[in-house]
């Protein structure tokens, strides 16, 4: 399975980004997709995750009511709305697929993207 995010960028505080991370490989709709983000000199933190079917959907706290995790099982993507950025939210975000149902755990995940650079300035 080979996954590639994209959409990161700069803005400002306030402002909004809609990262997009597409797989390849065996059928999309049999994986539970995440999103974790890792800060300079911090560990990789959850964010958000999404079922297979898109009936389970989990938020970090800080990210409940500014971002949405969605999915688009035709184009093998999902994303990720974030609206209202804080300079607190910069970080590089990374896609992966879940293995196993703790979805907010980063080793229940199998495989990862590459990462994409989200900046946020005050």
């Known amino acids: 399975v080979q996954l590639q995010a994209s959409g990161g960028g700069s803005v400002q505080a306030g402002g909004s980004l809609r990262l997009s991370c597409v797989t390849s490989g065996p059928p999309f709709s049999v994986y539970a997709m995440g999103w974790f983000r890792q800060a300079p000199g911090k560990e990789r933190q959850f964010v958000a995750a999404i079922s297979r079917s898109g009936d389970r959907i989990e938020y970090e706290d800080s990210v409940k009511g500014r971002f949405t995790i969605s999915r688009d099982n035709g184009r093998a993507t999902v994303y990720l709305q974030m609206n209202s950025l804080k300079p607190e939210d910069t970080a590089v975000y990374y896609c992966?697929?879940?293995?196993?149902?703790?979805?907010?755990?980063?080793?229940?995940?199998?495989?990862w993207g590459q990462g994409t650079q989200v900046t946020v300035s005050s």
């Open positions: 992966g697929v879940a293995a196993y149902s703790d979805y907010d755990v980063e080793g229940a995940y199998e495989y």
